[in-house]
Structures are given as C-alpha cells and as structure tokens.
C-alpha cells in the first residue's frame, strides 16, 4: 500500500452543477473499492474486503438512477462476486487501459466525458480520470493520478473513499431538482 498522500484532504473547485450533471460513476476497484490488498492462499483462492460504506454509497447511487461501473486491470472471483451482490450493471475485469475502456462504456451508454466519473488510485488510471468530466482519486493514491484527479476523497480506499464520490453526486442532484 502506498504511503498516505502529502495532500491533506484539498478543497474540491468541482461546482455543485458539475456533479449534478454526472450519469456514471465508473471506477477501478484494487486500491479504490479496496485497499489494495489482494489475499491469496496457498490453494490458490483469493480475498478481498470491500467496505459496507461504499456498497451503501453504490446502492443509493443505482436507486437514483445513476450508472456504475467497475473497470480492473486484473480479473477476479472476489471482484465479480462482490458486483453480482451490489447489482454492478458494468463489471470489466482484465482492461488495463482504463482510459479506452471508459471510452467505449460512455460511448456505448451515449454519454459525454461531462457526464462521467471516474475514480482510480494507480498510474494507469491517470488518464481516465483526466478524461472524465470529474476525476477523483482516494487520498493515498499514487502521485500521477493524484494529480489528475479534480477531487480527493477524505475517506481512504476500502473504507469509504467511493462513498465520498457517491455522497457528492446524490447531494448536488438533490440541490438540482426542482422544487
């Protein structure tokens, strides 16, 4: 696991319209769902623990009509169970580049970079959340996707850092509709 980030929790610039205007929430899932520890034992079978604060967060946001996505660099038994419990209706495992896989997931969906987030913690997901009309990152990611990212979440990866992204997209529609 990376050592904890030098930036302490910045201030978003993200206007409040920006999140409103997000349709999906993709996000890659070692370092951003998890912690990025991968458990594996001697017979081969693999664990990860997920947080019930970010599962929550994904929840609310599939109710509110909000698309979610999952994007890994690896596939795995674990990330697919845990997507089949939460109703994940876009799980791609085995992509490493991230960027085109969001890509062709917007495109698919007919949705612009605007209306698109994107979360990742590693080197390889710098440029999808560069590309994506909000880009974020867990506080203790890796420096390049720390600097792409135009929002870093309080909370760590694993323990509620995707429930921080989740938490801003349901408030800013709340503001947004109508009264």
Not at 69 to 96: D, F, N
Not at 105 to 124: K, N, R, S, T, V
């Amino acid at each position: 696991m990376p050592a904890p980030s030098k930036i302490k929790n910045r201030k978003s610039k993200i206007s409040r319209a920006a999140w409103a205007r997000i349709r999906l929430f993709a996000m890659d899932v070692d370092g951003v769902l998890t912690d990025g520890t991968v458990l594996i034992s001697s017979d081969g079978t693999e664990a990860k623990a997920f947080s019930i604060f970010d599962g929550t967060g994904i929840i609310r946001l599939n109710r509110a009509g909000i698309a979610v996505a999952w994007i890994s660099g690896r596939a795995s038994g674990a990330t697919a169970r845990r997507a089949q419990e939460l109703k994940i209706p876009h799980l791609i495992q085995g992509r490493i580049d991230k960027l085109t896989a969001l890509q062709e997931l917007a495109a698919q969906l007919g949705l612009a970079a605007a209306h698109c987030a994107y979360m990742g913690d590693d080197d390889i997901d710098a440029p999808a959340i560069a590309w994506a009309g909000i880009g974020a990152a867990p506080s203790e990611a890796m420096p390049a996707a720390l600097a792409a990212a135009g929002f870093v979440a309080r909370r760590p990866a694993g323990r509620g850092a995707v429930r921080d992204v989740c938490e801003q997209i349901l408030a800013a529609r709340v503001h947004a509709a109508p009264a």
